[in-house]
């Protein structure tokens, strides 16, 4: 069992940058790979990045390809998203999530693959 907390949303300009961290409970988080997802108002839920429970790969969205970045530290049981030149089309809550099956190397864009979820934590991007 996994749970998750991100944190480190808020109203940032466009062009400005973000970090989103999760933190996860648990001694068993460097077996899950994680993503990241988010919804805009009035969208559906989309697929953002992720990254393998190593570290060692990671899969982006073409919409944040080159702008955003995910990165995991096992040792504090945190993933992150840093975001960079943020456009007011990024605005949405981000929710982090944990693969429902351990020590895959694969990197899904489906929610159906992901188990566990956090409460999300919103961005805004003001033009």
């Known amino acids: 069992q996994v749970q998750l907390v991100e944190s480190g949303g808020g109203l940032v300009q466009a062009g400005g940058s973000l970090r989103l961290s999760c933190a996860a409970s648990?001694?068993?988080?460097?077996?899950?790979?994680m993503g990241w997802f988010r919804q805009a108002p009035g969208k559906e839920q989309e697929f953002v990045a992720a990254?393998?429970?190593?570290?060692?790969?990671?899969r982006y969205a073409d919409s944040v390809k080159g702008r955003f970045t995910v990165s995991r530290d096992n040792a504090k049981n945190t993933v992150y998203l840093q975001m960079n030149s943020l456009k007011p089309e990024d605005t949405a809550v981000y929710y982090c999530?944990?693969?429902?099956?351990?020590?895959?190397?694969?990197?899904?864009?489906?929610?159906?693959?992901?188990?566990?979820w956090g409460q999300g934590t919103r961005v805004t991007v003001s033009s």
């Open positions: 648990g001694r068993t988080f460097s077996s899950y790979g």
């Open positions: 990254i393998s429970y190593s570290g060692g790969s990671t």
């Open positions: 999530a944990a693969r429902t099956l351990r020590n895959s190397i694969l990197l899904p864009t489906t929610r159906d693959e992901y188990g566990y």
